[in-house]
């Protein structure tokens, strides 16, 4: 498991997601009208809406929002049009930063993204500059303590043409290829195992061991970043132990 999804699951364990909720939503909604406008309202139809549908029931987003989310993106009701965008840099320890970005203003989310960068010790690098050190992956996520036996996931999970299975802690993480996804989660769920959270993710192929002074401030721009209303997803390939996370969110 990444640093960065190891961090996400002490935030989630923490309540630190659930007082941030609103905004969540928010780029939730986002992502939502933004797909139903390119690809159509039906689900079964569009791959982007089915997977931002997910992580929205996941985010425990009420059905009405999502409902109306969708009305408002395949109805051409909105006010905005967003874009998205890619911006890749680097963090402290020189941990690679690739950041997905949904926005109506580039001027704006690039000048918000340089001061986020440049203020927790990370810079903004030219496109393509750390792309190569990423894969895009699926991936559904299992709270352990809902799994059982994982010997049975795992088993289900090759049967299923899974490509990884990471366990850790608190969760159980079924690494699939992008377009495998729903195909795996479609086995897993007839297998017994429905997934917590499904996402498209980027994996990195290479990491960096971060500890001290750089694991705290890598754990600071990731949140940062991720606070910023335009951006949607932050990607890195820092690693840091399970006692130093620990540590720094005690």
């Known amino acids: 498991m990444s640093g960065h999804s190891k961090w996400s699951t002490i935030k989630r364990k923490k309540g630190a997601i659930d007082a941030r909720r609103g905004k969540i939503f928010t780029k939730l909604i986002r992502e939502i009208a933004t797909a139903a406008r390119m690809g159509g309202a039906d689900p079964d139809g569009n791959p982007r809406l089915r997977l931002a549908i997910d992580k929205a029931r996941s985010a425990n987003m009420p059905r009405d929002n999502i409902t109306r989310a969708i009305k408002k993106g395949a109805g051409g009701t909105e006010s905005e049009t967003y874009e998205a965008v890619v911006y890749e840099g680097y963090g402290p320890g020189g941990a690679a930063l690739f950041v997905e970005v949904l926005t109506d ?45 994982v010997d049975g996931l795992l088993e289900a999970a090759l049967e299923g043409e899974a490509e990884d299975v990471l366990e850790s802690e608190d969760t159980v993480e079924v690494v699939t290829a992008f377009e495998g996804l729903e195909s795996t989660k479609i086995h897993l769920a007839a297998a017994g195992y429905e997934a917590a959270r499904a996402n498209v993710t980027m994996q990195p192929s290479t990491t960096v061991q971060l500890e001290g002074k750089q694991a705290e401030q890598m754990l600071r721009l990731t949140d940062a970043l991720e606070d910023l209303d335009d951006v949607q997803n932050v990607y890195s390939n820092y690693d840091i132990s399970e006692e130093e996370m620990s540590r720094l969110a005690s």
């Open 105 to 149: 203003n580039k001027n704006r989310a690039v000048g918000e993204l340089r001061y986020v960068l440049s203020k927790h010790g990370g810079n903004l690098g030219a496109s393509g500059c750390v792309a190569y050190l990423f894969d895009r992956r699926g991936l559904l996520s299992f709270d352990r303590g809902a799994v059982g036996e």
